[in-house]
């Protein structure tokens, strides 16, 4: 049974975040080997959850086997800060992992920083459609074959945070966002980017995040990662800790 939206979405929990990132690391080798209809596109999340994902990943064992050259790697989402900077998600992922693999350089797309938020959202929607060969997504042709994301503790996802107006966007593919008391601006993939993909997965672990899930799980419409749909399937990748509070979790 797959779902679509995140009530319907499978839950596979796992032992631990070490658990979480083997299972997600073999599962995007199998996706990856099993496209064959053309590039293999996915969007990576940031922050923390990540980086044991990532390590796995540059691993020699594990890279030697991934087909790179085919594969194409974007962002669900930045900080809009130079990729210098501590807090850049790209700067993290090209440490961990894009430095250690044979992805080539043309096929890595990191979300600039070089305008205004708004200015680097519009130029990262042009490279997407660049790739995707169309301004307009089309039902039954994903953009993505895998969309990769976290969930902070106020339920946001991606770089879709409570309150803000991105939340409302239903054509542009990439925005600009402005959190709450945030340090930084944020450039994100928007609801409608997203849901053009094949699978979703929510990689999420640790007791600080087993409340919202939960809610989260149950449809909270107050939490912006409640309306994460695809149009494949939306799975949740978990750690025993994080799924302490669902049903029969
Ligand atoms: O840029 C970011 O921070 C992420 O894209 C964000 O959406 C992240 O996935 C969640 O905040 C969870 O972050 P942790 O994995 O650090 O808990």
Redesign the pocket.
Known sequence: MSGHDVTSARVVVLEDGEAVAQKMAQWLLDQALAKTDGPFVVAL??????KRLFKIMAEPAYASKFPWRRTHIFF????HVPFTHDDS?YRMTDELLLEHVDLPAENAHPIPADGTAEQDAVWYQSALQDLYGSHHLTPGKPLFDVVM????PDG????LFPRQPILQEKTKWVAACTPDNAPHD?VSLTYPAIHSSRNVVFLIEGAG?AEMLARVRSGDESLPASHITSEGEVVFLVDKAAAGELQNG
């Open positions: 999340s940031g922050g923390s959850t990540p669900g989402d930045d900080r998600n994301l976290g969930m902070g946001h996802t991606a770089s944020r995040k």
